[in-house]
C-alpha cells in the first residue's frame, strides 16, 4: 500500500517557477517508478515526466529543458521543478507510484500560470 500527497502548486506568472513535492508512504515506495502527470480542463491526462527507482528520467517533449524531476529516498519524496513556465502548462499535476502490482495516484494539485 502507498498513499501519496502532493504540494507546491500554485498561481505563478507567465516565465516563472514552481516546485511540486509528492510525499509517499509505504514499504514498496523505494521500488516504485514515480511519475508526474497534468490534466488540463478538458484535455486527456498525460505523462509529464518519470524516475525510476534507480534515477532514470524521462520527460515530455513539452517540458524537456524546462522541468526537472528527482527524488529523495531518504526523504520519501518526489520532486518536479518546474521552470520557464507558460499558460500551456496550466493543470492538475498528479503524482503517481507505478508497482508491478498496481499503481497509485495522488490527489492532485494546481498550477495556474497567468499574468
Given at each position: 500500500?502507498?498513499?501519496?500527497?502532493?504540494?507546491?502548486?500554485?498561481?505563478?506568472?507567465?516565465?516563472?517557477?514552481?516546485?511540486?513535492?509528492?510525499?509517499?508512504?509505504?514499504?514498496?515506495?523505494?521500488?516504485?517508478?514515480?511519475?508526474?502527470?497534468?490534466?488540463?480542463?478538458?484535455?486527456?491526462?498525460?505523462?509529464?515526466?518519470?524516475?525510476?527507482?534507480?534515477?532514470?528520467?524521462k520527460?515530455?517533449?513539452?517540458?524537456?529543458?524546462?522541468?526537472?524531476?528527482?527524488?529523495?529516498?531518504?526523504?520519501?519524496?518526489?520532486?518536479?521543478?518546474?521552470?520557464?513556465?507558460?499558460?500551456?502548462?496550466?493543470?492538475?499535476?498528479?503524482?503517481?507510484?507505478d508497482?508491478?502490482?498496481?499503481?497509485?495516484?495522488?490527489?492532485?494539485?494546481?498550477?495556474?500560470?497567468?499574468?
Amino acid at each position: 500500500q502507498v498513499q501519496l500527497v502532493e504540494s507546491g502548486g500554485g498561481l505563478v506568472q507567465p516565465g516563472g517557477s514552481l516546485r511540486l513535492s509528492c510525499v509517499a508512504s509505504g514499504s514498496s515506495w523505494s521500488i516504485a517508478t514515480m511519475g508526474w502527470y497534468r490534466q488540463a480542463p478538458g484535455k486527456q491526462r498525460e505523462l509529464v515526466a518519470t524516475i525510476t527507482s534507480g534515477g532514470n528520467t524521462k520527460y515530455a517533449d513539452s517540458v524537456k529543458g524546462r522541468f526537472t524531476i528527482s527524488r529523495d529516498n531518504a526523504k520519501n519524496t518526489v520532486y518536479l521543478q518546474m521552470n520557464s513556465l507558460k499558460p500551456e502548462d496550466t493543470a492538475v499535476y498528479y503524482c503517481k507510484a507505478d508497482l508491478p502490482w498496481r499503481d497509485y495516484w495522488g490527489q492532485g494539485t494546481q498550477v495556474t500560470v497567468s499574468s
